[in-house]
């Protein structure tokens, strides 16, 4: 199918103030549903934020939340109030220790056992799943489908502002203006999750070779991250997955995205010139988040008649 390249307002310009605008736009969530879940281990319970559908048959909209996201983020607000006005069921499935539920264990990049268990719950109650994952939840998914190859669960996913080579991305957050402007921003939120002996982290890096990757059984921050990226895997998914990637994303550096040698056959790449990182302004005047939510149901959308 043709997509049609996000545009922002005029006077907005860079993939920074893009990113940082895109939540002046956020509006209210919808009202959810909130189930308690055990995890794959069964030793936490994990949040599954629902919006129903009157049709019990409708096709179910999954979105993966990024680093430190939740259904209260601006993306998954405005992907569930589309697939509510589209009758389709929605879920936002939260990793461990987001969405206001604590647990023991934490979460990471990689970490496809747990995607594979949420969407093996998931398959469980509806008949067709369409996933779309963001930030750090596009890695894992993206990951876990070429894994899974053709006995993945989805009938269709989307992978939006992944970072697939996480070394890359995590190299472009350690410094410049996106170490400035992100780093205490995802800091606030992870460094009370964590032993009080880790709070003199200064950067996600640090975070990532002193917590996540020892505690997930990494050697350090570089193993964690090769392990963990997803682009290796991408000759290997078997289902339709759509890579939407922006050029100006400041995460996700664009020399460090995937081509066509790197996909397999059913894989499409979207990589237009705008939309920062999971932002898409488009529109005149303040511009509008409609464009990401329309763009990933338009392409879920034709896979209904097959």
């Known amino acids: 199918m043709m997509f049609t390249n996000p545009i922002p307002p005029r006077w907005l310009k860079g993939g920074n103030m893009e990113t940082l605008y895109a939540k002046a736009l956020q509006r209210e969530a919808p009202e959810y549903r909130r189930e308690l879940i055990r995890d794959s281990y069964g030793e936490d319970y994990a949040a599954?934020?629902?919006?129903?559908?009157?049709?019990?048959?409708?096709?179910?909209?999954?979105?993966?939340?990024?680093?430190?996201?939740?259904?209260?983020?601006?993306y998954a607000i405005e992907l569930m109030h589309a697939a509510h006005a589209k009758g389709w069921h929605g879920v936002v499935a939260h990793f461990r220790s987001c969405g206001g539920v604590p647990s023991k264990r934490m979460y990471h990049s990689g970490d496809t056992r747990e995607?594979?268990?949420?969407?093996?719950?998931?398959?469980?109650?509806?008949?067709?799943?369409?996933?779309?994952?963001?930030?750090?939840?596009?890695?894992?998914?993206?990951?876990?489908?070429?894994?899974?190859?053709?006995?993945?669960?989805?009938?269709?996913a989307a992978a939006v502002s992944a970072p697939l080579d996480l070394n890359a991305c995590g190299d472009a957050l350690e410094q410049g203006i996106p170490r400035l402007l992100y780093t205490q921003y995802f800091?606030?939120?992870?460094?009370?999750?964590?032993?009080?002996?880790?709070?003199?982290?200064s950067s996600l890096g640090d975070f990532d070779n002193t917590f996540t990757a020892p505690l997930h059984g990494f050697a350090d921050k570089r193993d964690y991250y090769t392990r963990s990226s997803a682009k290796p895997f991408l000759r290997d998914i078997a289902i339709p997955t759509l890579l939407l990637n922006a050029k100006n994303d400041p995460f996700v550096p664009a020399a460090s995205l995937p081509r066509e040698y790197d996909i397999s056959d059913c894989v499409t790449l979207m990589q237009p010139e705008h939309g920062g990182h999971v932002a898409f302004v488009t529109g005149?005047?303040?511009g509008h988040l409609r464009w990401l939510p329309e763009t990933l149901l338009a392409y879920f959308s034709q896979f209904e008649t097959v």
Do not use: T, W
Request: hydrophobic fraction near 45%.
């Open 187 to 201: 800091l606030r939120s992870l460094l009370p999750k964590v032993p009080p002996a880790a709070h003199k982290i």
């Open 48 to 74: 599954y934020d629902f919006v129903d559908s009157h049709d019990a048959n409708a096709p179910c909209v999954v979105l993966l939340h990024g680093l430190e996201g939740s259904s209260r983020s601006h």
């Open 284 to 286: 005149e005047g303040r």
């Open 115 to 156: 995607v594979a268990h949420m969407l093996g719950v998931l398959a469980a109650r509806y008949a067709r799943l369409y996933v779309a994952g963001v930030s750090l939840g596009g890695n894992v998914l993206a990951k876990y489908l070429g894994e899974q190859k053709s006995a993945a669960l989805p009938r269709a």
